[in-house]
């Protein structure tokens, strides 16, 4: 494929053929992962393929009980890594840190960059993917079930397969509303409503679309797609619950050694 029909053509699948990925697939996949962008070439990551259908099924609750976990053939999980790099930097009579927030920062965008890398090697070969944000979100239970070691965080992941459904793509704010040119300029209250027009309207349709989304949405008593967002899907006491969980994680795993002793 083209790579503007890849990128114009990505949409989250949820639903997957009951088929294999063949393992030649896959490791091109991998490998065009690897070839992403790192901070100073340290490579900072590592990636975790988990076909096993029973540690599927435990990771099934850790992921918000999402239905791609146990139906896809293959999930992909991208961790920030300085565990194998502290080892060589000990083998090596060198000082071993990177135990810090700026290091699992690092990590973080370095795993985040093949993620996408990923994503797009297998789209380009007629596979589908839907990214989780329960990765992060309970990272604490997923780096428990995948055996992480200190200084290494599940970040982002993904289920992968063949697509049993064919969504149509979903609708992306204007370019006008995303780019500035040279410095940062904040936007008028008009700008605002410009900005999100299209999102409010073809958003709040989604939601009216699907019975059971609509059914929870008028029990809530929400009249836009903003009160759907802060009230029914991201609320406050759910960032916060979230943050103290990656919070805690991070120093459970040795990333939060952020003053001089």
């Not at 290494?152 to 370019?175: I, K, M, Q, T």
């Not at 929400?222 to 406050?236: E, P, R, V």
Request: negative net charge.
């Amino acid at each position: 494929m083209e790579l503007n029909d890849v990128i114009y053509g990505h949409r989250s699948i949820r639903e997957y053929e009951d088929r294999e990925v063949s393992q030649e697939l896959l490791d091109q996949i991998l490998d065009a992962g690897i070839r992403a962008s790192s901070s100073g070439n340290m490579q900072t990551y590592s990636i975790v393929v988990t076909k096993d259908k029973e540690l599927k099924k435990k990771l099934y609750s850790a992921h918000m009980e999402q239905s791609m976990v146990v139906d896809a053939p293959i999930l992909l999980t991208f961790c920030a890594d300085f565990n194998r790099m502290r080892k060589w930097l000990s083998l090596n009579d060198a000082p071993v840190q990177f135990d810090n927030f700026m290091s699992f920062m690092i990590g973080a965008i370095d795993a985040t960059l093949v993620s996408q890398n990923c994503a797009l090697a297998a789209e380009n070969a007629g596979l589908g993917i839907c990214y989780m944000g329960s990765t992060l979100a309970n990272c604490d239970q997923i780096g428990e079930l995948l055996n992480l070691p200190p200084n290494v965080v599940p970040v982002v992941g993904f289920s992968l397969g063949y697509p049993a459904e064919n969504p149509a793509p979903r609708d992306r704010l204007p370019r006008q509303g995303l780019v500035h040119y040279d410095q940062y300029r904040d936007y008028s209250d008009e700008e605002i409503l410009e900005i999100y027009k299209d999102r409010d309207e073809k958003g709040w349709k989604r939601y009216m679309d699907v019975p059971r989304l609509k059914e929870m949405t008028e029990q809530l008593g929400l009249k836009n797609l903003a009160q759907i967002y802060t009230i029914a899907k991201y609320t406050k006491e759910s960032h916060q619950e979230f943050s103290q969980t990656v919070l805690n994680y991070l120093q459970q795993q040795n990333f939060m050694n952020n003053k001089d002793e």
